[in-house]
């Protein structure tokens, strides 16, 4: 965690400088501009995600508009990506011909279809990034019927901002390269850690979830923060600007999160007395919270 710690707040080009020597090692190989001058990056599913992404590439400079693509059975949402960021809209088959790394951004129901429509364009030079929630690497080349290089990524929200978690877990057929890769569209939007396939529900349940729960406590202080005779507009700013100071903190410091909550308690102040209430059961209740969404991940998993 400590090594994490240090990169939170920082920018995309600080944060190469920190997990730089992975990518540069992996860059160099092709050139240290491959990726920005002679790639194609396709996105499939224009909507929030895909958004994201496009936009925290082109500000980090690791592709530039000509050499972005993107499809969408929706006109509006092409369009509008096409208006803010000048991409290239074409059709689903299209844009897989035309592309060397496909980042499939539709929902998980809608998955299956497109891979049907697709599979006669995909070849095994191609690289595909998979952000469907739920949907294994393996379903992915069932219906491909072919054995593609492929990454399968868990972002989360915060990416919606350039500060996402997003964990990505390698394919059979993926190379170092295509991690580095994949990694590098990702630090874009945020921070990555590189997981086995398997974590993946582990993972949802608490990067891919966490923002819902962080939400969740931030409106509970909210509501506590106006029973006490605060107007809501500066309880929320109060509570939000808290949890994103004291993340930047627990990034930032060397020392652990424990260590940190002990340095504002002192004994027998406000704080100690806050906790002593959480210590009734918070930990148990965020234990059974995170069990409950991992329980839901698998489900779901058999059910696509
Ligand atoms: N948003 C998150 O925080 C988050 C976090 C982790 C993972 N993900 C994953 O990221 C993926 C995208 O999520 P999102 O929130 O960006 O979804 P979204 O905003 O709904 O965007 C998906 C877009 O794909 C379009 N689409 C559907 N079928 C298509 C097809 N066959 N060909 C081309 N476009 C098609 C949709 O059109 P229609 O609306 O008309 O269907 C929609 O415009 C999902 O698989 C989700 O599980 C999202």
Redesign the pocket.
């Known amino acids: 965690m400590r090594e994490g710690i240090q990169i939170i707040c920082q920018t995309y080009d600080q944060r190469l400088t920190v997990y730089g020597d992975f990518l540069r090692r992996h860059l160099f190989f092709y050139g240290e501009n491959h990726m920005a001058k002679e790639r194609k990056i396709g996105f499939?599913?224009?909507?929030?995600?895909?958004?994201?992404l496009i936009k925290g590439i082109i500000k980090s400079n690791r592709y530039i508009p000509e050499q972005i693509l993107a499809?969408?059975?929706?006109p509006k949402?092409i369009k509008n990506l096409q208006k803010a960021f000048g991409i290239t809209p074409l059709s689903?088959r299209e844009l897989v011909s035309e592309s060397n790394t496909i980042v499939?951004?539709?929902?998980?129901q809608?998955?299956t279809?497109?891979l049907n429509?697709i599979k006669d364009n995909v070849h095994d030079k191609h690289l595909i990034i998979?952000?469907?929630?739920?949907?294994p690497l393996a379903k992915i080349s069932s219906i491909l019927g072919k054995n593609v290089p492929m990454i399968r990524?868990?972002?989360?929200?915060p990416?919606?901002v350039q500060k996402g978690m997003s964990a990505l877990a390698k394919g059979k057929a993926a190379t170092d390269e295509d991690m580095a890769e994949a990694i590098s569209i990702f630090m874009a939007v945020g921070e990555t850690v590189e997981v086995e396939e398997k974590m993946m529900d582990a993972i949802?349940a608490v990067s891919?979830s966490g923002?819902g729960y962080v939400f969740k406590m931030m409106e509970c202080m909210v509501d506590a923060a106006e029973a006490i005779g605060l107007d809501s507009k500066k309880a929320t700013k109060l509570v939000v600007q808290t949890f994103l100071g004291a993340s930047c903190l627990a990034k930032e410091s060397e020392h652990s999160l424990s260590r940190l909550r002990e340095m504002v308690t002192s004994p027998g102040g406000t704080t100690a007395s806050g906790l002593a209430v959480f210590n009734e059961g918070l930990c148990e209740m965020t234990n059974r919270a995170i069990k409950a969404a991992y329980q839901r991940s698998i489900e779901l998993g058999k059910n696509t």
């Open positions: 499939i599913g224009a909507g929030n995600m895909a958004s994201a499809s969408d059975i929706r949402a689903n499939i951004a539709v929902k998980p809608n998955i279809d497109l429509e998979s952000i469907a929630a739920g949907i990524v868990m972002p989360n929200t990416a919606l949802t891919g923002p």
